[in-house]
């Protein structure tokens, strides 16, 4: 995981964990504590044994989202328009935000990569620019 975000709308979000071993680890969020948010929808992702599985391409308008690697890795490019930053996710203690206007595009999943998102609003595929140009075009605005 890189130690700093360079593009807009991002940032890393750490949260609080339990250390206890030999029993495992215990790892806390908080909406409106280290969850910059309130949570009105999770949704998580598996069964990423494909290696060339690609997610993502696409910006949303409003949502605000954070994403999660809880096991494994892959690695998640962000675009704001300007600046292009890959970064590999592979702390399953942080996540990074996933802020409006901000193209990500999902690769290099581990076989035992688990994601999870959590996003504070419900699904809407209005939100969403899922062509390259239009968000360059909608970012301007
Ligand atoms: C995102 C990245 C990180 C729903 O019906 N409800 C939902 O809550 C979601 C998340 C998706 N869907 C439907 C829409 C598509 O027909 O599930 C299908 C797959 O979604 P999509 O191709 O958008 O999946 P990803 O992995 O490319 O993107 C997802 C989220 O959709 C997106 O908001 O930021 O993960």
Redesign the pocket.
Known sequence: MTKKIKVKNSGIIKLQFFDDFPDGNLVIGEAKKNVPFNIK?F?Y?NNLFNKKSH????A?KK?E?I?FCVNGHFTLLLDDGEIKQNILIDDPYSGIR?GPKLW?H?TKFSSDCV?L?L?DD??K?S??I?NYNKFLEYIKK
């Open positions: 929808r949704y992702i997610r993502g391409l696409h949303h949502l989202q994403i996933l990500h999902m994601i998102v996003a419900y699904y595929e939100d969403y899922r």
